[in-house]
T-cell receptor, first 113, second 110 residues
Framework: IAGITQAPTSQILAAGRRMTLRCTQD?????MYWYRQDLGLGLRLIHY???????GKGEVPDGYSVSRANTDDFPLTLASAVPSQTSVYFC????????????FGEGSRLTVL | DAKTTQPNSMESNEEEPVHLPCNHS???????IHWYRQLPSQGPEYVIH???SNVNNRMASLAIAEDRKSSTLILHRATLRDAAVYYC???????????FGQGTRLTINP
């Protein structure tokens, strides 16, 4: 049972480069999310998608874009990475009802130099 | 989104019960109370959730105050594996997203 798969697990990136973090789920969940977690802080929502074809902004969307072309995939793109985007990124999905739990991936650790 | 307030850290001993408090004085009638935990170097994992009544599952129990302005996550017999950051989150009906606060870092002493 795969659940949520994130790639890459870890990446070092030069500032100004473009980067896409991949997220795939095999649970046919409608809703998907991207969070970032910085040292000593809780998780902050970047973008979310309630269903394929729709996306929404979270708490910290600036500098990030997402797309949801199908149910399974929800990539997060940094068009021009900056050092402040150094963080651990978590993708999650849920079945969509208010009592449904979120399933999280293992995270992608990104370092922007 | 309604806010939650949790202690920054708590400490307990192995095989003893742990009561993790959460205040949510601005909770609305449609807000569900969710608890997640995050083990070191892992993504968060779901623990339990409830609306008005107390809830039990294999991981924990959730006690919800009658006025719903506070709740307590109860680990009946803590193990070293329960050392984690525990997040109390309100999720309103119709809202898909969860907004995480700072959580409580739970330390379990052997």
């Amino acid at each position: 049972i795969a659940g949520i798969t994130q790639a890459p697990t870890s990446q070092i990136l030069a500032a100004g480069r473009r980067m896409t973090l991949r997220c795939t789920q095999d649970m046919r969940h409608n809703a998907m999310y991207w969070y970032r977690q910085d040292l000593g802080l809780g998780l902050r929502l970047i973008h979310y998608s309630n269903t394929a074809g729709t996306t929404g902004k979270g708490e910290v969307p600036d500098g990030y874009s997402v797309s949801r072309a199908n149910t399974d995939d929800f990539p997060l793109t940094l068009a021009s990475a900056v050092p402040s985007q150094t963080s651990v990124y978590f993708c999650a999905s849920s079945g969509g009802n208010p009592t449904g739990e979120l399933f999280f991936g293992e995270g992608s650790r990104l370092t922007v130099l | 989104d309604a806010k939650t307030t949790q202690p920054n850290s708590m400490e307990s001993n192995e095989e003893e019960p742990v009561h993790l408090p959460c205040n949510h004085s601005t909770i609305s009638g449609t807000d569900y109370i969710h608890w997640y935990r995050q083990l070191p170097s892992q993504g968060p994992e779901y623990v339990i959730h409830g609306l008005t009544s107390n809830v039990n599952n294999r991981m924990a129990s959730l006690a919800i105050a009658e006025d719903r302005k506070s709740s307590t996550l109860i680990l009946h017999r803590a193990t070293l594996r329960d050392a984690a950051v525990y997040y109390c989150i309100l999720r309103s009906r119709g809202a898909q997203k969860l907004v995480f606060g700072q959580g409580t870092r739970l330390t379990i002493n052997p």
